[in-house]
């Protein structure tokens, strides 16, 4: 059962590995009148535990952490409280990310680089039984709709990819090499290489170079326009 406080305060639990970041939106929230941070975790196996001892009104989950991911975080949360609702507050804009949270079960999706406002109106909504995309999580939703991009739980070109494959997939996109993807998602360089080695069989490509351009046009196809 989901615990307000006394003075029907929201209760909050933020997970977010980026500790400055985590600590500036817990002061934020705390100067609010409604919600009440009554827990924080730095990675996804702390921030359950965390969870399961407060039953928090809300969640607030990151989505590249350490161990689990966010949205691997949410089928969990919902077993250990299952009034808790769950908001994602993420730099990951792709509508992929969202369509797989909103399925998943989280009822909010916020953007890092949004207003703070936007975390504190989505707190609020989903504690009432709403669902709140930020106007720029569901801009994305949107284009992808009209672009034919959607893909649920598919990766590019149709072609299904894992929830960990899906953030590898994205990091590879960016440029980064096999040693610092493994360091973002605290993963062996090895299960790095076997999770592209997948990746790259399910794309049909054949070298490293030919994976990055492939989804970069597939994940990020605006920057072809410009």
Do not use: W
């Not at 006394?6 to 929230?29: K, Y």
């Not at 792709?94 to 989280?106: E, T």
Request: proline content about 4%.
């Amino acid at each position: 059962m989901s615990h307000s406080s006394s003075d029907n305060q929201i209760t909050a639990v933020l997970v977010d590995d980026h500790d400055l970041l985590r600590q500036g939106i817990i002061s934020l929230l705390s100067d609010l009148p409604d919600v009440k941070v009554v827990g924080e975790a730095g990675d996804a196996i702390a921030g359950l535990r965390v969870i399961d001892k407060t039953k928090p009104d809300v969640a607030i989950l990151d989505i590249t952490m350490k161990g689990l991911s966010g949205i691997e975080m949410i089928p969990r949360i919902k077993s250990l409280s299952p009034r808790t609702k769950i908001v994602m507050y993420t730099m990951h804009e792709n509508a992929d990310y969202i369509q797989q949270a909103m399925q998943a079960g989280a009822t909010g999706f916020v953007l890092k680089f949004d207003p703070a406002t936007e975390l504190e109106t989505a707190i609020r909504q989903v504690h009432t039984g709403q669902n709140h995309l930020s106007p720029s999580a569901s801009a994305k939703v949107i284009d992808s709709i009209i672009t034919g991009k959607t893909s649920h739980t598919e990766g590019p070109q149709g072609t299904t990819l894992t929830p960990r494959e899906q953030e590898i997939s994205h990091l590879i996109a960016q440029g980064f090499d096999t040693a610092k993807i493994g360091r973002i998602l605290f993963i062996s360089p090895k299960t790095v290489r076997v999770h592209r080695a997948n990746i790259m069989k399910k794309l049909s490509c054949k070298t490293n170079s030919e994976l990055i351009v492939r989804l970069r046009e597939q994940l990020y196809p605006a920057d072809r326009q410009g």
